[in-house]
């Protein structure tokens, strides 16, 4: 179970924990990535990040800063930007829109890297998100990457929260392959 807080300003302890997994100087979609910060710590790590949001005013905070790509997109309303793309590592923090799961996983490369956390069903008693449309099952990230992927690390439950109080979390990090097949 989770113990660590979780600070929305600063790179999530568990990306940072995982993100060194990635193949080194790999491609790298940060989905849904606000403002950045995870963006920032992967380009900073020596990896090439296409960042990507709806919030243009977020994705201009990353102006100039080196190994960022930005790409304006609607995720949920508008075509999947990334059909034709394969990436090293993909990393989602703190976003769920069910319907783009297939698309995700299918631009995660061989032995590729997705490291994910967001809200999960109990997050409501503590505030946003309440809707349960974005808020995970119990054992759903697990349930959704099948056969495909080797688990790395997957936890759920509470964490403290920094200002904002406790929240409910489930994460997980995962290689695409099978373990037998993937580089050490």
């Known amino acids: 179970m989770p113990t660590e807080s979780f600070c929305p300003a600063a790179p999530s302890p568990w990306i940072v924990r995982f993100a060194p997994l990635i193949p080194a100087g790999g491609a790298v979609l940060d989905l849904a990535c606000g403002?950045?910060?995870?963006?920032?710590?992967?380009?900073?790590?020596?990896?090439?990040?296409?960042?990507?949001?709806?919030?243009?005013?977020?994705?201009?905070?990353?102006?100039?800063?080196?190994?960022?790509?930005?790409?304006?997109?609607?995720?949920?309303?508008?075509?999947?930007?990334?059909?034709?793309?394969?990436?090293?590592?993909?990393?989602?923090?703190?976003?769920?829109?069910?319907?783009l799961f297939p698309q995700i996983f299918n631009c995660?490369?061989?032995?590729?890297?997705?490291?994910?956390?967001?809200?999960?069903?109990?997050?409501?008693?503590?505030?946003?998100?309440?809707?349960?449309?974005?808020?995970?099952?119990?054992?759903?990230?697990?349930?959704?990457?099948?056969?495909?992927?080797?688990v790395v690390a997957f936890e759920q439950g509470e964490i403290a929260g920094a200002e904002s109080g406790p929240q409910v979390i489930q994460r997980i990090c995962v290689r695409r392959g099978r373990p037998d097949k993937l580089p050490v």
């Open 35 to 99: 403002a950045g910060r995870h963006a920032r710590l992967l380009a900073g790590m020596g990896y090439r990040v296409e960042a990507v949001d709806r919030d243009a005013d977020a994705l201009a905070t990353l102006a100039g800063v080196a190994n960022v790509t930005t790409r304006c997109a609607d995720l949920e309303n508008g075509p999947w930007p990334y059909y034709a793309n394969v990436f090293d590592g993909i990393v989602i923090s703190r976003y769920l829109w069910r319907p």
């Open 108 to 150: 995660l490369g061989e032995g590729g890297v997705l490291i994910y956390e967001t809200f999960m069903e109990g997050q409501q008693l503590y505030g946003k998100p309440s809707n349960p449309a974005f808020l995970l099952r119990p054992g759903e990230l697990l349930e959704l990457v099948g056969k495909r992927f080797t």
